[in-house]
């Protein structure tokens, strides 16, 4: 046990944050207490929890939105950007670097995402409600990697990598499905925006460019972009995940002796 009080107090946060299943483990807390007081008497107070509005900017440089939507299409968007660069990396030098070792998740994905909404719609055919095809195709992403967190070493790597791209290619397409089909409106300014931004980051990553600052900048422009245009923002946070350098510069003369 560390002396000094202050480490006393943060030492068992430290020892849990160096917990391989500590994800997993905040994962299901937070989602029993938001089932146990979404069913309580103090519901009410749970989704106006939800609705506070928060709003970011300046002038006429505004975004508001409610806690909610913050959370779906900004917490979301880093995370979906964190699960790219994972993804990333096994296409480049990793689990999924040969397309014949990529074509089993995308094929579990594309059958994950059809056959519920084939089951859902011959149960629902020819009632109103067979507009809400779409509701079952995506795989919860964060639960999926929850789980796996918690089962820690004795999941192996290759079954990680495995359902990770699964589930991200199922949100992909499950998020895509969603701006076809039950988007009334796509600003395409906006998403032009977005477009130009993203090659803008495609051509630094070509020319060597590595700092941090002007990924961060831009991929903010192209997060604002593709939220005004209507299309889920959690595409532009893997989108941005592929602009990113996956090769460091390194001058060989500097490390021989």
Known sequence: MPKRPVDRVLWPFREFARLQASGGILLFLCA?????WANSPWASSYEALWQVKLTVGAGEAVIS??????INDGLMAIFF???GLEIK????????????????????????????????ASMTFGTASISGWGIPMATD????????AL????????LKIFLTALAIIDDLGAVLVIAIFYTDTIAWSSLAIG???????????????????????VGAVVWV?????????????????MTIPSRTRLHTADFLV
């Open 32 to 36: 029993i207490v938001a089932l146990v």
């Open 65 to 70: 939105k409610p806690l909610l939507l913050w």
């Open 81 to 83: 950007f964190v699960v």
């Open 89 to 120: 990396r096994e296409v480049i030098a990793g689990e999924l670097a040969s397309p014949r070792k990529a074509a089993l998740p995308i094929a579990a994905a594309i059958g994950g995402m059809i056959a519920p909404a084939l089951i859902y």
């Open 141 to 148: 992403i964060a639960f999926a990697l929850g789980v796996l």
């Open 151 to 158: 089962l820690g070493d004795r999941v192996s790597v290759g």
């Open 195 to 217: 477009g130009c931004a993203l090659v803008l980051l495609a051509i630094a990553n070509l020319a060597g460019v590595r700092k941090t600052l002007v990924y961060a900048l």
């Open 225 to 241: 972009a593709f939220l005004k245009s209507g299309v889920h923002a959690t595409i532009a946070g893997v989108l941005l995940a």
